[in-house]
C-alpha cells in the first residue's frame, strides 16, 4: 500500500508509524495532515519545531502569549510551579503583592522559604511575634537551642526550678560526661541517693 505523504511533511522510510513527519514549524493534525505552527506574539517556536512557548516575562493564557504583571518589590523567577515572580529580600507574597515583612526589635531576616521570616537575635528568644530576654541564671551560660530554656548550668551544677544548684557529689561518685549529673565510681551502685559496694 503506497504512502500518501501530505503538504508539509517529508517521508521516514520506516516501517512503523505513518511513514512521514511534519517539517520543522508544522504539527501533525489528526494523522493525515501537517498544520503551521502559529506562533503568537511574545512567543517562539520550541526546538521540536511542533509547539510554542512564551518568552521570558510573558506567559500562555488561552493560546496567547499575556505579559506577566510583576507588583512592586518583586522580580521575574525561573520556578516552574507557582508565582512566575518573587519577592525581594525582605517581603512576603500576600495576595497578589509584596508586602514588608514586620521584623521585631532584638530580630533579623533570615533565609528560610518556610515558618518565620526572621530569627531572634543571641539573647533572645521568641515569643509570640516578639524576641524575649533570654533570663540567664546564676552559674549557667546561654546555648543556642530550639527548644528548651536557652541556658546550661556550668559543669558541677544541675537546673532546678529555673535555676542552677551546686551537686552534691556523695562519696565514692563523679560528676558524668555532662557535667550536670553525677554516677558511681566502678564497683559502686547508686541507692537512694549515695553510692554502695555492688559485692
Same mark, same amino acid.
Given at each position: 500500500?503506497?504512502?500518501?505523504?501530505?503538504?508539509?511533511?517529508?517521508?521516514?522510510?520506516?516501517?512503523? =508509524? @505513518?511513514?512521514?513527519?511534519?517539517?520543522?514549524?508544522?504539527?501533525?493534525?489528526?494523522r493525515n495532515t501537517c498544520v503551521e505552527v502559529v506562533v503568537p506574539e511574545n512567543g517562539y517556536?520550541?526546538?521540536?519545531?511542533?509547539?510554542?512557548?512564551?518568552?521570558?516575562?510573558?506567559?500562555?493564557? @488561552? =493560546?496567547?502569549?499575556?505579559?506577566?504583571?510583576?507588583?512592586?518589590?518583586a522580580f521575574l523567577s525561573d520556578e516552574t510551579y507557582g508565582p512566575a515572580w518573587t519577592c525581594?529580600?525582605?517581603?512576603?507574597?500576600?495576595? =497578589?503583592?509584596?508586602?514588608?515583612?514586620?521584623?521585631?526589635?532584638?530580630?533579623?531576616?533570615?533565609?528560610?522559604?518556610?515558618?518565620?521570616?526572621?530569627?531572634?537575635?543571641?539573647?533572645?528568644?521568641?515569643?509570640?511575634?516578639?524576641?524575649?530576654?533570654?533570663?540567664?541564671?546564676?552559674?549557667?551560660y546561654l546555648v543556642e537551642e530550639t527548644y528548651g530554656s536557652n541556658w546550661r548550668c556550668n559543669?558541677?551544677?544541675?537546673?532546678?526550678?529555673?535555676?542552677?544548684?551546686?551537686?552534691?557529689?556523695?562519696?565514692?561518685?563523679?560528676?558524668?560526661? @555532662?557535667?550536670?549529673?553525677?554516677?558511681?565510681?566502678?564497683?559502686?551502685?547508686? @541507692?537512694?541517693?549515695?553510692?554502695?559496694?555492688?559485692?
Amino acid at each position: 500500500m503506497a504512502i500518501v505523504i501530505p503538504a508539509n511533511a517529508y517521508a521516514t522510510n520506516r516501517s512503523y =508509524g @505513518t511513514g512521514w513527519e511534519c517539517l520543522h514549524g508544522y504539527q501533525e493534525v489528526n494523522r493525515n495532515t501537517c498544520v503551521e505552527v502559529v506562533v503568537p506574539e511574545n512567543g517562539y517556536l520550541d526546538p521540536s519545531g511542533s509547539s510554542w512557548s512564551c518568552q521570558r516575562g510573558f506567559a500562555e493564557i @488561552t =493560546g496567547s502569549c499575556d505579559e506577566i504583571i510583576v507588583p512592586e518589590f518583586a522580580f521575574l523567577s525561573d520556578e516552574t510551579y507557582g508565582p512566575a515572580w518573587t519577592c525581594e529580600r525582605g517581603y512576603e507574597a500576600s495576595e =497578589g503583592s509584596c508586602v514588608l515583612i514586620a521584623v521585631p526589635a532584638h530580630a533579623y531576616l533570615n533565609l528560610s522559604t518556610y515558618g518565620q521570616a526572621w530569627t531572634c537575635d543571641r539573647g533572645f528568644a521568641e515569643q509570640g511575634d516578639e524576641c524575649s530576654p533570654i533570663i540567664v541564671p546564676e552559674n549557667a551560660y546561654l546555648v543556642e537551642e530550639t527548644y528548651g530554656s536557652n541556658w546550661r548550668c556550668n559543669r558541677g551544677y544541675t537546673a532546678s526550678n529555673n535555676r542552677c544548684e551546686v551537686i552534691d557529689l556523695p562519696e565514692n561518685a563523679h560528676l558524668d560526661r @555532662t557535667g550536670n549529673r553525677w554516677e558511681c565510681n566502678r564497683n559502686f551502685q547508686r @541507692t537512694r541517693g549515695v553510692c554502695a559496694l555492688s559485692n
